[in-house]
Nanobody, 124 residues
Framework: QVAAFGGGLVQAGESLRLSCAAS????????MGWFRQTPGKEREFVAA????????AYGDSVKGRFTISRDNSESAAYMQMNRLKPDDTAVYYC???????????????????WGRGTQVTVSS
């Protein structure tokens, strides 16, 4: 299981850094993704990073503002969120899965390891 940390309440334009850690296993062999969800909506892809960090993908709504990274030695993944907007308000989840052909994936259904999310609230 993986879990996301670091959410909170911020004002529009401010920044937050989310962290993702695993319990019981290391994330170094998994590609990692960040997703977010608001009530009544489907889980939205935010960003993903390959095991080597050489391949990265972002959702259109966060390109240029969010940066995904990982530290395999710390068995952690991160997402730096800058210039936050009220539309970024959501519960953020990290997820992981073992590469099988593709180095990373965008659909939430491709991820096996999920866990507790963290609430991010951006006030206007």
């Amino acid at each position: 299981q993986v879990a996301a940390f670091g959410g909170g309440l911020v004002q529009a334009g401010e920044s937050l850094r989310l962290s993702c850690a695993a319990s019981g296993f290391a994330v170094g062999s998994l590609y990692m993704g960040w997703f977010r969800q608001t009530p009544g909506k489907e889980r939205e892809f935010v960003a993903a990073i390959s095991v080597s960090s050489l391949r990265i993908a972002y959702g259109d709504s966060v390109k240029g503002r969010f940066t995904i990274s990982r530290d395999n030695s710390e068995s952690a993944a991160y997402m730096q969120m800058n210039r936050l907007k009220p539309d970024d308000t959501a519960v953020y989840y990290c997820a992981g899965d073992r590469p099988s052909g593709a180095e990373l994936s965008l659909p939430a259904s491709d991820y096996e390891y999920w866990g507790r999310g963290t609430q991010v609230t951006v006030s206007s």
